[in-house]
């Protein structure tokens, strides 16, 4: 018999790793094949995430931007974020400046700001896509989304 090939044996050693058939979620932990939980680290994650709360939170926010995108609720890219070399001139006549090198124009690098925050908006319109909820990390998140978007809204009115 020919030896099987090394996809063949990858195929095998992957079927062997994953259970066939489902698993409570509660109980997926005792579900992973032995030889993975000789591993500690990946027994205690697996533990962790089959008890962890659940959110769909961000499976909502997906869901919301892309019916926008079907419904052709887009608006165009701010000129900041767009190709420097498509950038319409501030002169009506083609010369001059490029628009998105005016100083209220130009692209503020958000890793060099306080806070690592800016007043830009990439959005264009104030919606909100993800709304974390009140249980599990997303608690802790809420409280800095919020804190985040007053600090923005404070850096847009001294503007």
Known sequence: ????????????????????????????????????????????????LAYAPKSNAAYMAINAAMDDIKNGRVLPVPIYL????TSPRASADGS???VRDLEDEKYQYSHN???????????????????PRDIGSEKILR??????????SERNQDR
Do not use: C, W
Not at 82 to 85: L, S
Not at 143 to 152: D, G
């Open 96 to 98: 001059g400046q490029r």
């Open 113 to 131: 700001a306080e806070d690592q925050l800016t007043g830009q908006d990439y959005l264009g319109v104030d919606k909100r896509y993800y709304e």
């Open 1 to 48: 018999m020919p030896k099987p090939t090394a996809k063949a044996q990858l195929r095998d050693r992957q079927r062997q790793a994953v259970p066939q058939t489902s698993v409570d979620p509660s109980n997926a932990a005792a579900s992973i094949t032995p030889h993975l939980l000789s591993d500690p680290t990946i027994a205690s994650a697996s533990t962790i």
């Open 143 to 152: 409280a800095f989304l919020e804190n985040a978007r007053a600090k923005k």
């Open 82 to 85: 767009q190709d420097p070399n």
